[in-house]
């Protein structure tokens, strides 16, 4: 079956730095996808990951072990507008559909 | 990016009624996706398309249907909509290429009474 899982929700303060994990299960990997989305509006992209390694884009860097089917989002420097919920999403193999997780609702706090 | 529009972005209706939610995109992109999203479930696929006419089922397509008739357009359709399809709707596309995102419109928020 297929099944990425999330953190529901996490709490962390303005300024620091937090790390959302999500782990899947998958019939077929063609990359990991990491969005974010402000409630009421669409997905946004963030970071792709297809080989194991880490990611930087600014504040952002996103990590993918295939092995451990495992990655995490990385965001340094928090700020009050990163609060959003973060989707974590795998490309299956065959025409490109993302699998989502349930999605981390992170609150950063002042 | 692909310029990806939805409408309506807000719909209510009745128990029963046809409904029609359209996407478009600007960018002559093959691949379109429809979803919905529910509280803590995420977005869940109901169907794609890799072309014209091509319609592909994904994770949840029973009571939806959809139509391509041309590039730019892929519609999704509630033959008969019940109060537990009331959901956020998304539409996407993703760029060419083997590692592009795919990218959403703002979506359609549908209530069923």
């Known amino acids: 079956g297929q099944n990425i899982d999330q953190p529901t929700e996490m709490t962390a303060t303005e300024g620091a730095i937090v790390q959302i994990n999500c782990t899947y299960q998958t019939s077929g990997f063609n990359g990991l996808f990491w969005y974010q989305q402000h409630a009421g509006e669409a997905p946004t992209f963030l970071s792709y990951n297809v080989l194991d390694g880490l990611e930087e884009k600014g504040r952002f860097s996103s990590f993918l072990s295939r092995s451990k089917g495992y990655s995490y989002l990385l965001l340094k420097e928090l700020q009050m507008k990163d609060s959003a919920s973060y989707l974590c999403a795998v490309r299956d193999e065959q025409g490109g559909k993302l699998i989502f997780g349930q999605g981390t609702e992170l609150s950063v706090k002042p | ?113």
Not at chain 2, 63 to 78: C, E, H
Request: hydrophobic content about 30%; proline content about 4%.
């Open chain 2, 1 to 113: 990016d692909a310029d990806v529009t939805q409408t309506p972005r807000n719909r209510i209706t009745k128990t029963g009624k046809r409904i029609m939610l359209e996407c478009s995109q600007t960018k002559g992109h093959d691949r379109m996706y429809w979803y919905r999203q529910d509280p803590g479930l995420g977005l869940r696929l109901i169907y794609y398309s890799f072309d014209v006419k091509d319609i592909n089922k994904g994770e949840i397509s029973d009571g939806y249907s959809v139509s391509r008739q041309a590039q730019a357009k892929f519609s999704l359709s509630l033959e008969s909509a019940i109060p537990n399809q009331t959901a956020l709707y998304f539409c996407a596309t993703p760029d060419r290429g083997s590692n592009q995102p795919q990218h959403f419109g703002d979506g359609t928020r549908l209530s069923i009474l």
